[in-house]
């Protein structure tokens, strides 16, 4: 969305909704508790097979835990052995997050193409049918666009998104096919497959997606797909009110590039 600058407040759970919670939800939260300290252990991600048999939660409890977790970001999959790992969502609530190693490993080359652009500079992770956001740099313009870190963005009609699906192979978008619906979220948005085929193509052609008012009237993004150390996708974008992106479009095309590569050079050595 478009704001100006302001401070925000943090999301609580109020006395009231706690005093609600019955005895199977307040399970339900130890459940999930459980899961997410076994993950915090477990860096590189566990099978929701092995999460069963590490914590004695039944398998059918353990898939309805791990999707609740999920829908909030809180877990993410690793898309290499089907398992889940700590999420992004966890970085508002907390100072860190065992997960978060790439955005640590990116801060430096993202923030600097935040200060050169001075627009909103995400750095969005690939998690099953969404990006996620799990770091995101302000410039100083009166007028910018904004997301919270944890936010989902759609793969089909964000700049990143799209970025991140240029980078899967074709088997992974294939399944993708059969489950991603492209639902219209204005005008713009492209809501068949075909065209987004083509996108697609001109993307890997060109390296670099763009997203023109497809997710919200009033702004624009462009970004870059990377890959992480641990084969994980990504991508990261620059958003900004539309008429500035344009105007810009060609010197921020050439501020991702030029940091995007030094990132998945130093990236490939971590």
Request: charged share 20%; net charge positive; proline share 4%.
């Amino acid at each position: 969305m478009l704001e100006r600058p302001s401070q925000s407040n943090s999301a609580r759970l109020g006395a009231g909704q706690l005093r609600n919670l019955d005895s199977g939800g307040l399970q339900g939260i130890a459940k999930g508790a459980t899961v997410l300290r076994l993950l915090a252990r477990h860096s590189r991600g566990l099978s929701l097979r092995e999460i069963a048999r590490m914590t004695e939660i039944p398998l059918a409890t353990v898939q309805r835990v791990v999707t609740a977790l999920n829908k909030e970001n809180l877990v993410i999959s690793v898309s290499r052995n089907g398992g889940v790992r700590l999420g992004p969502g966890l970085i508002p609530l907390a100072a860190a997050v065992q997960g978060s190693s790439l955005a640590e490993w990116a801060h430096p080359f993202v923030s600097k193409i935040a200060n050169e652009a001075n627009e909103t500079t995400d750095l969005s992770l690939f998690d099953r049918d969404k990006a996620v956001v799990i770091a995101q740099y302000t410039g100083n313009q009166e007028l910018r666009a904004v997301s919270v870190v944890g936010d989902s963005l759609p793969l089909y009609c964000t700049a990143s998104g799209k970025a991140v699906l240029s980078a899967l192979p074709d088997g992974e978008l294939r399944k993708l096919r059969r489950t991603l619906h492209l639902v219209p979220m204005t005008k713009n948005t492209i809501v068949s497959w075909e065209k987004l085929d083509r996108e697609i193509a001109k993307i890997r052609e060109t390296g670099v997606a763009f997203d023109v008012e497809e997710h919200r009237i009033g702004i624009a993004g462009a970004a870059i797909a990377i890959t992480g150390p641990a084969g994980e996708y990504a991508a990261v974008g620059i958003k900004a009110p539309t008429h500035r992106l344009l105007e810009r479009q060609q010197s921020i095309t050439r501020t991702l590039a030029e940091h995007c590569q030094a990132l998945q050079r130093h990236l490939q050595i971590c």
